[in-house]
C-alpha cells in the first residue's frame, strides 16, 4: 500500500523534478461536458410553485428598444437560442425568459437597467451560468442580461499585482493572461473554463485555494456597478488601502444580482508560484483525516495552497462515470476518505523537501495509508481533474440534492452519515460528501435518478435545522440563489435580514433586480 508514497518520495529525494507552473495551469482546463440525462427540469415557476411578482410583460415595443440600443445579434428572442440561458448547468432550474440582451459597455447596461426599471421589467443578471443554487436563471420571463461581450482587459500592473476587467472576462482567460506577467488569480474553481469574473464576485466564490489567498472580499481592490435605475456606482480603486467612509464594494460582492449588475473590477493577484507540490492521499477514517489537515497546517505553514477532501463514495461516482483514475492505483478505491493536499512556493528544493518529511511522518503514525507525491505536471493535472470534475461526474445519477455547507471542522462529515442512516429509500443513488476541509466547507449531494418531491422533502428543512443547531451555515460559498430563499433564517438573525431587506428596498425600489433570490418575496 504504500508503494506509491514511496516511490515519489525516492525520486523527491534524488532527483529535482523540473517545474513548470504554466504548463500546469494550462493543463487544467476542465471540459464541459453535460452528464448523460438530457431531459430538461420542469419549470421553477411550476415544481415550487411560485406566484409572479407585479412586473410588466416583454413586448415588440421592448423588444424594438433593445434592438435600437444594442443592435443585430445582440438581443436573442428565438426560443431555441434562449434556451439554453433558461437552464441552469447542473439542470435544477428553468425559467422561461423570452428575451436575452447582451450589453458591450456599462453606459449599455446603464440604458438597459434604466429603461426596464422605468418600465416595471425585471431582469436576471447572467454571466457564465455556472452558478449552483438556481440565482442565474430567471424564474419567469425576466429578461436575462447576459454579460458574456463584456470581456476586455482595462490594465494590468506587475508591480502592484493589479488586474482591472470588464465583469464578462472568462476566469481561465484571466489567468492566462496573468502567467505573462507571472501573477495569477486569487480564485480558482472547477468552473473556470466558463465562470466570469462579474459572475464569480457576484456570489463571492470561495473554490480551490482561498485557504492560501482569502475570499473575495479581501482581493477585490474596487468595482464599479450599475444600480437598478440604471446610475452608475464607480468605486474601481485600485489601492490597498483606502479607507474613505463606507466600504461600497462589499455590498455587491456576494449579493447575487439582487442590489446592481456588476460591470468593472479591480482584482488583487498574487505572484505565480516557482513550485507547486500535490499530494494525494488515502486515509481510513475522519479522525484521520483531521490530524493530517492539523499536521499540514502546522508543517507546511505559509506554502499550504489548498486541503481537499473527498469520500469513497464521490470518488467512485469519478471512476466508474467518467473513468478517471484514482491516483493511488490500487486497482480499486480502497480508502474511506482521500485527502488532497497541494504547496505552492518559491523554493523548489526546500517546498519538496518540507512537504516529503510532512508524510513520511503521517505515515509512519499511521495516519494516512497510501499516498502519492507529484510535482510533474501532468501528474499534477491528473490529481487536480479528479477533483475538479466530482460536481460533473454525480450528475450521471440523475438529479442531484446539492448542499454547500460550512461547519466546525469536528462535525464536519457527520451529516454525510446522519443522512445515509436517515434515507434508506432504494431510489437513493449516492449520498456523499467533498470540499474545502481546509476551509470547513463540505459539498453534501444525494443522487436519485429524477427529482422527487418526497425525497426533497426528507431532506429539507432537517438538513437546514442540523446545521443551525451546529453553528454551521447553510450557504458556505454558492450563495442563497433561488434554491435557498426560504431557508436563510437557518443561517441569519432576523435582525440581519432586515437589514437586507432595507437594503434591496433602497437600491432596487421596485425589485427589477433578480426577483425571487437571496431574500424570499414578502
Ligand atoms: P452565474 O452562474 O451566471 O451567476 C451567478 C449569480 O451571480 C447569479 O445570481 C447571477 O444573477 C449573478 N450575476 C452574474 N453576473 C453578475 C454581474 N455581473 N453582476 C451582478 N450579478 C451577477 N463555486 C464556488 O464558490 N467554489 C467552487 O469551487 C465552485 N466550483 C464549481 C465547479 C463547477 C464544475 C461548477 C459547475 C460550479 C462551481 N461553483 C463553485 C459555482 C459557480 O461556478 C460559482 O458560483 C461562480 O462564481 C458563478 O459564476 P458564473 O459566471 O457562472 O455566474
Ligand atoms: C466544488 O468545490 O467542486 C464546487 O463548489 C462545486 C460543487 O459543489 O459541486
Ligand atoms: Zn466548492
Redesign the pocket.
Known amino acids: 500500500m504504500l508503494r506509491s508514497i514511496n516511490q515519489s518520495l525516492s525520486r523527491t529525494v534524488f532527483s529535482v523534478p523540473k517545474y513548470l507552473p504554466l504548463a500546469i495551469k494550462h493543463a487544467r482546463i476542465?471540459c464541459?461536458r453535460h452528464a448523460s440525462n438530457n431531459t430538461k427540469p420542469e419549470l421553477t415557476s411550476v415544481r415550487y410553485n411560485v406566484q409572479r411578482g407585479p412586473y410588466s410583460k416583454v413586448t415588440d415595443n421592448h423588444v424594438q428598444f433593445f434592438d435600437g440600443l444594442l443592435g443585430q445579434g445582440r438581443v436573442l428572442t428565438d426560443p431555441d437560442e434562449c434556451e439554453s440561458y433558461n437552464i441552469?448547468?447542473?439542470k435544477m432550474v428553468r425559467g422561461a425568459s423570452k428575451v436575452v440582451v447582451k450589453p458591450k459597455t456599462t453606459e449599455e447596461v446603464s440604458a438597459i437597467l434604466r429603461y426596464c426599471n422605468e418600465n416595471r421589467l425585471a431582469v436576471?443578471?447572467?454571466?457564465?451560468?455556472?452558478?449552483?443554487?438556481g440565482?442565474?436563471v430567471p424564474v419567469f420571463d425576466e429578461i436575462i442580461i447576459s454579460?458574456k461581450l463584456m470581456n476586455n482587459i482595462i490594465s494590468t500592473d506587475e508591480l502592484s499585482g493589479t488586474l482591472v476587467c470588464q465583469?464578462?472576462c472568462i476566469?481561465e482567460n484571466l489567468e492566462k493572461h496573468l502567467e505573462n506577467v507571472n501573477l495569477m488569480m486569487p480564485l480558482d474553481?472547477?468552473?473556470k473554463g466558463?465562470?466570469?469574473?462579474?459572475?464569480?464576485?457576484?456570489?463571492?466564490?470561495?473554490?480551490?485555494r482561498l485557504l492560501r489567498y482569502g475570499n473575495l472580499h479581501g482581493n477585490i481592490l474596487g468595482l464599479e456597478?450599475v444600480k437598478a435605475n440604471g446610475e452608475v456606482v464607480n468605486c474601481l480603486n485600485t489601492l490597498k488601502k483606502d479607507n474613505t467612509g463606507y466600504h461600497i464594494k462589499h455590498m455587491?460582492i456576494g449579493?447575487?444580482?439582487?442590489l446592481?449588475?456588476?460591470?468593472k473590477v479591480a482584482i488583487q493577484c498574487p505572484p505565480l508560484p516557482k513550485s507547486i507540490n500535490v499530494a494525494f492521499l488515502g486515509l481510513k477514517s475522519f479522525e484521520n483525516v483531521l490530524k493530517t489537515y492539523k499536521a499540514a497546517k502546522r508543517e507546511l505553514g505559509e506554502i499550504l495552497s489548498s486541503c481537499e477532501l473527498i469520500d469513497k463514495t464521490s470518488l467512485e461516482a469519478c471512476t466508474t462515470a467518467l473513468g478517471l483514475k484514482n491516483p493511488l492505483d490500487t486497482g480499486s478505491n480502497d480508502y474511506e476518505f482521500y485527502v488532497l493536499l497541494e504547496t505552492s512556493g518559491s523554493e523548489t528544493h526546500h517546498d519538496e523537501e518540507k512537504f516529503a518529511r510532512l508524510l513520511e511522518k503521517l505515515l509512519e503514525e499511521g495516519i494516512i495509508s497510501d499516498g502519492t507525491l507529484a510535482s510533474e505536471p501532468t501528474k499534477i493535472k491528473n490529481i487536480w481533474t479528479l477533483r475538479?470534475s466530482l460536481?460533473?461526474a454525480v450528475m450521471y445519477d440523475g438529479y442531484v440534492f446539492k448542499y454547500?455547507i460550512s461547519m466546525p471542522l469536528p462535525e464536519f462529515y457527520k451529516i454525510v452519515e446522519i443522512l445515509r442512516e436517515r434515507l434508506k429509500d432504494p431510489r437513493i443513488v449516492r449520498i456523499g460528501g467533498y470540499g474545502?476541509l481546509g476551509d470547513g466547507n463540505l459539498h453534501l449531494q444525494v443522487s436519485i435518478p429524477t427529482y422527487a418531491e418526497d425525497i426533497a422533502s426528507q431532506l429539507e428543512p432537517f438538513i437546514f435545522e442540523y446545521i443551525s443547531k451546529q453553528r454551521g451555515s447553510i450557504s458556505a460559498?454558492?450563495?442563497i440563489?433561488f434554491k435557498k430563499t426560504k431557508f436563510l433564517h437557518y443561517s441569519k438573525d432576523k435582525s440581519a435580514i432586515q437589514v437586507m431587506r432595507e437594503l434591496k428596498k433602497m437600491m432596487d425600489p421596485n425589485g427589477i433586480l433578480?426577483p425571487y433570490?437571496v431574500l424570499d418575496p414578502l
Not at 124 to 133: D, E, I, M, R
Not at 255 to 258: A, D, L, Q, V
Request: proline fraction near 2%.
Open positions: 476542465l464541459f441552469d448547468w447542473i436576471c443578471p447572467q454571466s457564465g451560468n455556472t452558478g449552483l443554487v440565482g442565474n454579460m465583469a464578462g476566469l474553481l472547477g468552473a466558463s465562470c466570469l469574473i462579474g459572475g464569480c464576485v457576484s456570489t463571492n466564490a470561495g473554490g480551490l456597478a455587491f449579493s447575487e444580482g439582487t446592481g449588475i456588476v460591470t475538479e460536481t460533473q454547500d474545502h460559498e454558492h450563495g440563489g433578480n433570490k
